[in-house]
């Protein structure tokens, strides 16, 4: 599967290859002490469950694992790769993790615990029919996104593993002998412990990762104002009183570097492609919080995607911060919005100033270039353009109307209404529980859900899109190619990847490996007729591999 396509689809527009991980906080009501990673094995096995029981359509029938092949997680972008038996064994994300029945009776002591079903170890992959991959990883459940290519699909498809978090827990909530488990769109317990939402961009490889550094640095210190989720708490383990803009900027301690889950850098530097490893790189951000909010969520997607461009463009506005980690920290502090950050050259500018400053140059590179016209554009950047402009206006000066879509702003209103009526100073336990409830999957138990519900939290997404986006690929990346292989052909996909589905023919012993490097291939337009036309699994692959349709 590969092409001459290029690595961008719009010179200074809002559309790119992207996607989303989401590490969910989890939590066991009846069993307060029991085993993250069990308990997300469980949340796992629920749904593979549920999409057995609705079959093929959307479903990971026969359990999809993951294909580990192509997985380069130890390789740095600044041109080196950390050897084995140096990387915290939090970086080999490149091997099957796996949790038997006696590491479960360690964890939860004498108790006597049953593994689900007759699986052994514990269900903790599958590789879904939209395209998405389901899995435990870090003692959490865990939805990755497929890939998309605008920010719209990328909110949808993000909400789509909110739904399948969802069906989860209604599933677990259900079974008498396993119990109830609840998750949380969200990235910090309230403890001191931290948890990822990830956003992964594909860009040239050609673009030198010293100027992604200097173009993305300052954005991403300051990004937080239109797309932070909020915070109860000061620090990592939140033992200071206050409130801050975001989940995840107090658990930053480097600039740049590998890790992910220690010393968190602002720029993360794993160079794990999952392409065509000499045309693309895979920007892999772990500054971002995780957003219940619609349009923080397309925000986060849609204002990083018109940066890369600039990038990619010579564009970016030529602004270097001092001490970049204390910078991220003291604007998330600054609910205010008046503290300043000091640049290189002697500046000292706020976080909207900063923001503006991008927004500027983006919507300048946008027009010079045709992008965001009414007629002739791409049909996105104009929107992000539009909304970025509207929420840096708002936050600058008409709170209440920002309150309605900036997540960290519209959980804190909520959160002074509980200080008024009840005199809770910031250090109450009970303001932490609130926070905790603001990001519940549930939608009769989730505060921000049931604020989108009466509509004093805007949404964007239509909810049947969602829906459909639960048990469909998108249709214009190689996602189609894998989700509809797993749909179509559930017990006949021994494993899949992103650059990869491997195929298990019938009366064959051999596994059919067939690459998927090349993102835009291996679409609904390249690969619908083939599935059509090919309803058993040897007709479809000599016609895929015969004719070269992908």
Known sequence: MSSDTSPGLAAGGALRVMGSETEFGIHAPSAPGANATYLSSQVIAAYSRLTRGRGGGGGAEAGTGWDYTDETPLRDARGWTVSRGQAHPDQLT????????????????????????????????????NGARLYVDHAHPEYSSPEVTNPRDALVWDLAGDAVALAAVRALAEDRERGPVNLYKNNTDGKGASYGSHENYLVPRSVPFGELIAGLTPFFVSRQLVCGAGRVGLGQDGSRPGYQVSQ???????????????????????DEPHAVADKYRRLHVIVGDANVSH??????????????????AGKAPQ????????????????TGMTETVRLIDGRRLTGLEIQWMYFEAAAKLAADQGVAAEHGGDGHTAEVLRRWEAALT??????????????????????????SRDGLAWGDARLGLVDIQWSDVRPERGIALRLAARGALETMADPAAVAAAVVEPPEDTRAWFRGKSIQHFPRGVASASWDSVVFAPPNS????????????????????????????????????????HT
């Open 394 to 419: 708002d936050l600058g000066g008409n709170l209440d109307a920002a309150a309605t879509y900036v997540e960290w702003l519209a959980k804190l209103r909520v959160l002074d209404g509980y200080r």
């Open 295 to 312: 349009v923080a969520n397309y925000l986060k997607f849609g204002t990083t995607a018109l940066v890369l461009s600039l990038i990619e």
């Open 509 to 548: 012993y051999r596994l059919q490996r067939v690459p998927t490097r090349e993102p835009l291939r291996g679409t609904k337009a390249l690969t619908g007729a083939l599935f059509a036309e090919h309803p058993d699994l040897e007709g479809f692959l000599a016609a895929l591999l015969g004719e070269r």
């Open 94 to 129: 490149d091997i099957e993790p796996v949790l038997t029945a006696e590491a479960v009776a360690l964890a939860h002591g004498p108790a006597e615990i049953e593994l689900d079903g007759d699986q052994e170890p514990a269900l903790m992959n599958l590789v879904l029919g």
């Open 319 to 334: 602004i270097e911060v001092h001490d970049p980690v204390p910078a991220l920290h003291r604007l998330s502090h600054d």
């Open 248 to 270: 995840r900027a107090d658990y930053f301690e480097a600039e740049v570097g590998l890790e992910t889950t220690m010393r968190r850098p602002i720029i993360n530097t794993r």
